[in-house]
């Protein structure tokens, strides 16, 4: 099917009356997911809430399938969870770390990976260590291979970072890493949807991502892929109720799929939801989508350049989405709030979302816009000249 905006934009609400720019954040879902989401609590109201899951039984299977066709795997390789956070989580505290191992982290790191890692610490004895970036902010493949040995229990990439159009390698990141058999946990809470993703190619041995992001799906939603063969070694922190059987009185048995890492209790109207957002990107072509939003990140990078006092904080040739910059002499919550004023919708990153990196980068906060493949040439050319305006003080 031809990329074809105009219906996109007919299937999307949102759109009408907003410049909206904050996919990185929380994306406008199309009329479909609304649909699933709200004719499932539709039923539920009627027949309540186990029966309306089980008239829901087939499509609530095809949620699983089709992730598994988004990022080439078997649907019993995914779990469905309620965040990105939570996802990831659920990986990383079900690895049995011993004392002295190592977690190498990354630059990008995200606040909820970064602290539990700190907390492994703490309580396992691991160190955690992050990898030196090269001059574009990317993992340094040279430092990685010298820093791995066979201590360095898990690797933790953030592919795509929340305050930055930064890509990071993960399939070469993955290569060295099994090379010292160290796991490696993908956060591609920013990349699903907006880049093309396959766990089957990438070779990683768990990604974390979230519904509401570039998918476009509800809110409380997200997903665990975790690679069959490291599921077999690894029990959750905390047991599911219809994922682990109570064989019995004094035994119980986990399932054998990523399902080990799921709970009984679910927002079943939300995952038909998620179900929906993925069907909508694959109708859309996930080639197209990353090809097209990321030419509108581009537009707007090339005009913010144009801006005077305005500086343009991303990075590197190979960049994602995520624009952030800076206006000289104003603070960054009230650009964000000036635009709202203009109907534009568009957040900031803190250096609390992103300490390594904005440290780096001598920063406290930085303005981020996050076009999607919905945005118009003209919407941006609308917000360029919006923020033009409130460097030039013209809005204030
Ligand atoms: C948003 C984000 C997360 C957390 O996602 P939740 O669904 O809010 O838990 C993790 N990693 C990155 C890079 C993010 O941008």
Redesign the pocket.
């Known amino acids: 099917m031809p990329f074809d905006l105009d219906r996109i934009r007919a299937d999307t609400p949102g759109v009408m009356g907003t410049l909206f720019f904050d996919s ?1 954040g929380s994306s406008l879902p199309p009329l479909p997911v609304l649909d699933a989401v709200i004719s499932h609590l539709r039923l539920e109201a009627q027949v309540g809430g186990y029966r309306a899951a089980e008239m829901a039984g087939d499509r609530f299977a095809g949620v699983k399938q089709s992730i598994a066709e988004l990022i080439g795997c078997a649907p019993n390789d995914i779990a469905l969870l309620d ?4 996802a ?1 989580n659920e990986f990383f505290s079900a690895v049995p770390f011993q004392p002295g191992e190592r977690i190498l982290t990354c630059r990008a790191d ?1 606040p ?2 970064a602290v539990n890692a700190l907390k492994a610490h703490k309580t396992h004895g691991v160190s955690v260590e992050v990898i030196p970036s090269d001059e574009f902010g990317r993992v340094d493949l040279d430092a990685l291979a010298a820093m791995l040995d066979d201590r360095v229990r898990l690797v933790s990439l ?1 592919e ?3 305050n930055s159009g930064l890509i990071n390698p993960v399939r070469d990141v993955v290569e060295l890493a099994h090379q010292h058999g160290a796991l490696v946990l993908h ?1 591609a ?2 990349s699903v949807g907006q880049l093309p993703v396959n766990v089957a190619e990438s070779g990683v041995d768990a990604l974390s991502s ?1 519904g509401r ?1 570039w998918l476009r799906g509800p809110r409380g939603t ?1 997903f665990l892929y975790v690679n069959p063969k490291t599921t077999a070694g690894l029990e959750p922190r905390v047991l599911g109720t219809s994922t682990t059987a109570w064989t019995s009185p004094d035994g119980y048995e986990v399932a054998n799929d990523a399902s080990r890492f799921e709970q009984w209790e679910g927002n079943i109207a939300g995952f038909l939801g998620l179900g929906a957002a993925v069907d909508y990107l694959l109708g859309v072509g996930v080639e197209e989508a990353s090809a097209t939003l990321r030419a509108n990140a581009r537009r707007l990078r090339a005009g913010l350049a144009q801006i005077p006092g305005a500086q343009v904080w991303d990075l590197g040739d190979e960049l994602s989405g995520i624009v952030t910059f800076t206006l000289a002499d104003k603070a960054v919550d009230s650009v964000v709030a000036e635009l709202a004023g203009h109907s534009v919708s568009c957040h900031f990153s803190r250096r609390t979302s992103a300490q390594h990196d904005m440290a780096a980068k001598g920063l406290s906060a930085v303005v981020r816009l996050s076009p999607h493949y919905f945005n118009t040439d003209s919407e941006i050319d609308d917000v360029l000249e919006l923020v033009a305006d409130v460097a030039s003080g013209l809005k204030s």
């Open positions: 990185a965040s990105a956070g939570r990831w995200y909820s990976n953030v795509v970072p929340t956060d809470c920013q979230t992001k997200g």
